[in-house]
């Protein structure tokens, strides 16, 4: 087993009228909010799947299922924590995490410094180790629509 793994993490979700909009942990002022069986929060759902992936202990959906009632509604900050939880109990810590998500409106950018500092004291990581980037689509695809929100993430792990 190497010291050093990488994982990736990709998610999507449904962009409606009358749901709250959670980005990274914070709740963006919006008309539209993102549709889940949890909060919807793409950017963590993201960065679960890429160190979960990068430990090799399986995805989000493996050990959060959307079929257990007791994840209906759970804020993602719960399932970053554990996500965290269990790396650590496989002896790994976070090196980096590198984030996009793209979303034609609201603009993320000016949400970045709290989005980073909600995340790093989630995690237990410093701020400088989370990079939160934003991109439209440019009106292209079902982001650009609005219809929609998705995110990537890579993530660097290391054994300690």
């Not at 999507?12 to 749901?19: A, E, F, K, R």
């Not at 050990?63 to 994840?71: A, G, L, N, V």
């Not at 989630?122 to 439209?136: G, L, N, P, Y």
Request: aromatic share 8%; glycine share 8%.
């Amino acid at each position: 087993m190497s010291n050093f793994r990488i994982g990736f993490g990709y998610d999507v979700h449904q962009l409606q009228p009358d749901y709250d909009f959670w980005l990274g942990g914070i709740k963006l002022e919006h008309h539209l909010g993102a549709v889940g069986h949890s909060d919807a929060d793409v950017l963590i759902h993201v960065i679960c799947d890429a160190l979960l992936g990068a430990a090799n202990i399986r995805d989000i959906g493996y050990h959060f299922s959307d079929k257990d009632p007791k994840y209906k509604g759970i804020d993602s900050k719960i399932l970053l924590k554990e996500v965290m939880r269990l790396l650590r109990e496989e002896g790994y810590e976070v090196g980096n995490i590198d984030t996009t998500v793209c979303l034609q409106e609201p603009k993320v950018n000016p949400h970045i410094p709290a989005i980073k500092a909600c995340l790093s004291e989630v995690m237990d990581v410093a701020e400088d180790d989370i990079s939160i980037k934003a991109t439209t689509t440019e009106r292209l695809g079902f982001v650009g629509r609005e219809e929609g929100v998705s995110a990537y993430c890579v993530a660097l792990i290391y054994k300690v």
